[in-house]
T-cell receptor
Framework: KAGVTQTPRYLIKTRGQQVTLSCSPI?????VSWYQQTPGQGLQFLFE???????NKGNFPGRFSGRQFSNSRSEMNVSTLELGDSALYLC????????????FGPGTRLTVL | QKEVEQDPGPLSVPEGAIVSLNCTYS??????FMWYRQYSRKGPELLMY????GNKEDGRFTAQVDKSSKYISLFIRDSQPSDSATYLC???????????FGAGTRLTVKP
């Protein structure tokens, strides 16, 4: 079974630009969560999508948004980039049910200059 | 105060040692407890998954959860250099998939 894929793997942007990151979950998984990982704050929850609906949201500003398509693929968008948005953005594919396990992709490393 | 606290280390042990990694959490509603291993420049990899209190063993790894003291532990027996990585504990309330992570402990196992 293929794992979680994220594209692109690396991205360099400048302040004020916007960026879109993509995530394809494990086949059959309908839930996708997004996380931001930085050295200072660690892993922080951004939002979760299930069946094309945002089911849960973390404490990030409205510049961070996402969506999910009917094939469960998900995108997240960050508008008006700030230097502090430089981070590893991780997508997790969630196996629903009793186990509630999450499987992470390799991440997209975003650098904002 | 973060909901899940973890000593970031670093922790360095000789090959073959028993490693003990620990976290505490503050939210009594947490029911799911996970340990992830993250190698440099990779995404976290799920190691152990526990629901509620108790022990779970998988090969050289044992996870323990004590909900009465809000304490989470991971033990690694016969540690190997390939175990060198950052270990992250995580907790969640339920099926909302909103996990709260500890800061991660950087472990080095020296040959």
């Amino acid at each position: 079974k293929a794992g979680v894929t994220q594209t692109p793997r690396y991205l360099i942007k400048t302040r004020g630009q916007q960026v879109t990151l993509s995530c394809s979950p494990i086949s059959g998984h309908r839930s996708v969560s997004w996380y931001q990982q930085t050295p200072g704050q660690g892993l922080q929850f951004l939002f979760e999508y299930f069946s094309e609906t945002q089911r849960n949201k973390g404490n990030f500003p409205g510049r961070f948004s996402g969506r999910q398509f009917s094939n469960s693929r998900s995108e997240m968008n960050v508008s008006t980039l700030e230097l502090g948005d430089s981070a590893l953005y991780l997508c997790a594919s969630n196996r629903e049910g009793l186990s509630n396990e999450q499987f992470f992709g390799p991440g997209t490393r975003l650098t904002v200059l | 105060q973060k909901e899940v606290e973890q000593d970031p280390g670093p922790l360095s042990v000789p090959e073959g040692a028993i490693v003990s990694l620990n976290c505490t959490y503050s939210n009594s509603a947490f029911q799911y407890f996970m340990w992830y291993r993250q190698y440099s420049r990779k995404g976290p990899e799920l190691l152990m998954y526990t629901y509620s209190s108790g022990n779970k063993e998988d090969g050289r790894f044992t996870a323990q959860v004590d909900k009465s003291s809000k304490y989470i532990s991971l033990f690694i027996r016969d540690s190997q250099p390939s175990d060198s990585a950052t270990y992250l504990c995580a907790s969640s309330k339920g099926n909302n998939n909103d996990m709260r992570f500890g800061a991660g402990t950087r472990l080095t196992v020296k040959p």
